[in-house]
């Protein structure tokens, strides 16, 4: 059996005594693109950065590749990308800077030849010397996600990645996260946006008020509700989250 890529276990995080996540526990396998959902204030963004590192767990553990992202953060976040939905670059560095900064950073040795391809695949060749003050909200969104993968991170987190992208680049971002698993890595993906979900998820964890309502395969999440006609995920959505009543 492989071992989970990102494993959360018994996670609590509170905000001044106010709980956000309350004992959340799921893995994710390589190969496996987990569809991170839920309403407003459900608590997917705090377990997204419970999971990268950017705030401490107020109780349980948290696992990239192995790594406890609190004892061992430098080895965990040799494994971990996280693209958030609002893309932060630095005002000063080219596109081409960027991917030379971020492949310094985790020693990637053939940036250069990596970067063309990732770069190439995002539809930014010819873009190289570009800034960020002269990218859209798209084209900055696909640096984001470029700078991201150049140290080939074998768990990727996304933030509402399609966020101002245009229909190709949409079907763009979806074939990589494909290849991403495909190629072994462990996916999330945080969205509003279900049909997404739907489409390329390969498992489901629904959160509401910081708790798990549902988690498992698409198939077995259709499989808890057998009486909804259509068996979409927004049906099921409303349904668990309370939005819609059973018969």
């Not at 063309?116 to 800034?131: H, I, N």
């Amino acid at each position: 059996m492989l071992r989970a890529m990102i494993e959360v276990l018994e996670l609590d995080k509170e905000y001044e005594g106010t709980p956000a996540v309350q004992g959340l526990s799921f893995s994710v396998q390589p190969g496996e693109v987990l569809g991170l959902v839920g309403p407003n204030g459900a608590g997917k963004t705090t377990t997204m950065r419970c999971i990268t590192g950017i705030l401490q767990p107020t109780r349980g553990t948290v696992r990239v590749a192995g790594c406890d992202i609190v004892r061992q953060p430098v080895d965990a976040k040799q494994h971990l990308a996280f693209i958030p939905d609002d893309p932060q670059l630095f005002d000063y560095l080219t596109i081409r800077e960027h991917m030379q900064f971020f492949g310094r950073v985790f020693n990637v040795g053939d940036v250069a030849e990596h970067s063309a391809t990732l770069l190439e695949q995002l539809e930014l060749t010819g873009k190289e010397d570009m800034l960020p003050g002269q990218l859209s909200r798209g084209m900055k969104q696909k640096v984001a996600i470029a700078c991201g993968l150049v140290h080939r991170p074998k768990a990727v987190l996304f933030d509402e990645p399609l966020t101002g992208l245009d229909p190709v680049a949409i079907r763009r971002i979806k074939q990589i996260i494909r290849q991403l698993a495909a190629d072994g890595s462990a996916v999330i993906i945080s969205s509003h946006l279900l049909g997404l979900v739907e489409e390329i998820a390969t498992s489901l964890l629904l959160l509401q008020n910081g708790k798990k309502v549902l988690h498992g395969s698409i198939a077995d999440v259709r499989a808890s509700a057998p009486d909804l006609k259509d068996g979409t995920l927004e049906s099921i959505f409303m349904r668990a989250t309370g939005y819609e009543e059973a018969p």
